[in-house]
């Protein structure tokens, strides 16, 4: 079990030595300057894992190299995107890094209304409201399909909504929505993200789930060359968003992925976060059936509200971490891997209230993530790298 963390490289608030002094001894990371479909030179791999290595610590993972928008529609220079991938892909590999964490949403790859949701504790987290966001696609970017995709009550609630917010709200809730969160591939306006939208409206979830297809026919030959592994992360919230297709967001997608190309390198994130949203996602169970193709694990809980939720606390929310994590345990015992995991996301608590951080990624509620993950670990006889 690897401990790591995931650093948003030399602007990140938190820093490298925060990170050694928390416990962990791997980062997750990406070029995150280099713009999308862009390849990353052997050069400034090297340069970055030395900053990291000179730091106490291992560039364990991946996350991610950013797909272009382009090779999910299958439009333009798309077939160049994807070769620069795998040439990315290579150079990694030639650095030692060969766990790769990507996605495939399209538009945008996580969505939250509320950055700084207040806990009766007085701590912060991120929350998805299900009447803010439909008083979003309803009333403030008007999606003129949306009236067809939501109840009358629904309707009803996103208006009371909408009208009890102020300028200062709304303004707020579009910045949440579209301007772009830490390891998001883009930021955007509302007429630029309108019109990202227009793009999809004739991609269902089975033209999407080709398109991916392609792509890692591509690129799995060239990682079993490399011996490198590609671990999907999951639709966050695991549901469709803006008439937008979802094609990983629970087991029978997860199965569908596997049909599409079975390289041993066609691998999971196993993300508790964003899994456990999806109230039918049996976890302990995803974990067995894909046991021999998770190659990295997200560790944070979710609280559900109907279709709203909330990140509660590691152990908190409606993720059983216990069985989970003994279940990661007979995955790395079945397959001899140590497989690297991270405290996924964590609340703001204590300084973290008034010190500047990612959305999601403060450095004292990480640490006590890590602290509580690390403990469960130890008390059922994991082993910690």
């Known amino acids: 079990m690897k401990q790591t963390w995931r650093w948003f490289g030399p602007n990140d608030p938190v820093s490298l030595q925060d990170i050694r002094q928390a416990g962990a001894t791997g980062i997750v990371t990406a070029l995150h300057d280099i713009p999308n479909g862009v390849v990353w030179s052997r050069e400034a791999i090297a340069e970055r894992k030395k900053m990291i290595e000179e730091a106490g610590l291992v560039w364990s993972v991946v996350e991610s190299i950013p797909l272009h928008e382009d090779v999910k529609l299958q439009r333009g220079d798309y077939k160049t995107y994807i070769a620069n991938w795998g040439e990315s892909l290579r150079n990694l590999a030639s650095e030692g890094i060969k766990i790769i964490c990507y996605n495939f949403m399209p538009v945008l790859d996580w969505t939250r209304t509320d950055l700084a949701w207040e806990l009766p504790s007085g701590a912060r987290c991120l929350r998805f409201d299900a009447d ?29 909504c909408f ?44 033209q999407l789930r080709k398109h991916l297809g392609d792509f890692l026919n591509e690129v799995l030959p060239i990682a ?49 976060g964003s899994y456990g949203v999806h109230e039918g996602n049996d976890l302990p169970a995803m974990v067995d059936e894909f046991a021999d193709f998770i190659y990295f694990f997200h560790l944070r809980s979710t609280k559900r509200d109907g279709k709203s939720f909330y990140e509660a606390d590691h152990f908190g929310g409606h993720v059983d971490m216990v069985e989970v994590i003994r279940r990661y345990k007979a995955v790395e015992e079945k397959t001899g891997l140590s497989i690297p995991f991270r405290p996924d996301h964590g609340h ?16 004292i509620g990480r640490l006590r993530g890590l602290a509580e993950l690390r403990g469960a670990m130890m008390a059922i006889g994991g082993k910690l790298d």
């Open 132 to 160: 803010r966001f439909a008083a979003f696609d309803l009333y403030i970017l008007k999606r003129e399909a949306a009236q067809s995709e939501y109840t009358d009550a629904e309707k009803a609630s996103a208006k009371a």
């Open 163 to 206: 009208d009890a917010m102020s300028d200062e709200d709304k303004d707020l809730l579009v910045r949440n929505m579209i301007a772009g969160l830490p390891g998001s591939e883009e930021s955007y306006t509302i007429e630029r993200f309108a019109a990202q939208l227009d793009l999809y409206k004739d991609i269902d979830a089975d």
């Open 224 to 272: 079993e060359e490399v011996g490198s592994k590609l671990a999907i992360h999951p639709d966050d919230p695991p549901r469709p968003l803006f008439g937008l297709p979802r094609i990983v967001s629970n087991v029978e997608d997860m199965r569908a992925l596997r049909a599409v190309n079975d390289s041993p390198a066609n691998g999971f994130t196993l993300c508790t």
């Open 348 to 363: 703001q608590i204590l300084d973290d209230l008034t010190r500047r951080s990612n959305p999601g990624y403060p450095a």
